[in-house]
């Protein structure tokens, strides 16, 4: 079985604690997962999909579900440094190209564990050009170099082709994840991902 596959975006708050999660699976399954990058933004835009907050926004029992089953995720695992981005939704094109910057660069672990943690433990304002790079280089990570090679045109096309790999699986929004050529859809799939790896 090829390595199961991990689609993120940090403007999602699920993938978040999908993240915080997966190393348990990890470490059970003895499986790795395969950080890739996209843009949900237009994975959106190539489903016709949107938001819960914009696709439910008329219907107050389903938003206010979606935040129970959050609380209870979060309770669950015990994700305690968890905190709503009070900038979200927040334009992640800068993130996610720098993200596969980073993974060109040898070093996309160390950025994915630091943008996720900017990103929902202390409420950054991660589209922020400037915020973004005093971000990377506080995390030891060499923002100059990240921020010239997410402006290549190969790293744009990248995150453009990780994106259609994701829809041509059937990804309609993050997080998402493929093993064994399946597709799961959403943190509460993560027992469903967990047993097709064993």
């Known amino acids: 079985m090829t390595d199961p596959i991990f689609y993120f975006d940090f403007g999602s708050p699920n993938a978040y604690l ?7 699976i990890e470490a059970r399954t003895g499986k790795r997962f395969r ?4 843009l949900l933004g237009g994975l959106f835009k190539m489903t016709g999909n949107q938001s819960p907050v914009m696709a439910f926004a008329n219907i107050p029992n389903k938003l206010a579900y979606e935040s129970l089953e959050m ?4 309770a669950r695992h015990g994700l305690t440094k968890f ?10 094109l800068m993130l996610m190209r720098a993200a596969v910057a980073a993974e060109v660069a040898g070093v996309l672990p160390e950025y994915v564990e630091a943008m ?16 973004l790079a005093a971000a990377i280089a506080e995390a030891g990570l060499p923002a100059d170099k990240l921020f010239e090679l997410a ?4 790293v744009k096309d990248r995150l453009m082709a ?7 699986a059937g990804a309609f929004g993050i997080p998402s994840f493929v093993v064994g050529g399946e597709l799961w859809f959403g943190k509460d799939r993560l027992r469903d991902v967990e ?4």
């Open 18 to 24: 999908t993240h915080r999660v997966l190393p348990g």
């Open 35 to 38: 950080y890739v990058p996209v």
């Open 71 to 74: 609380r209870r995720f979060i």
């Open 83 to 92: 905190n709503m981005n009070p900038h979200f939704p927040v334009n992640t």
């Open 116 to 131: 996720f943690r900017f990103m929902w433990e202390e409420g950054r304002k991660m589209d922020d050009p400037a915020i």
């Open 151 to 154: 402006q290549s045109q190969e």
């Open 162 to 168: 990780n994106t259609q790999a994701a829809y041509d």
């Open 195 to 198: 047993e097709a790896l064993v």
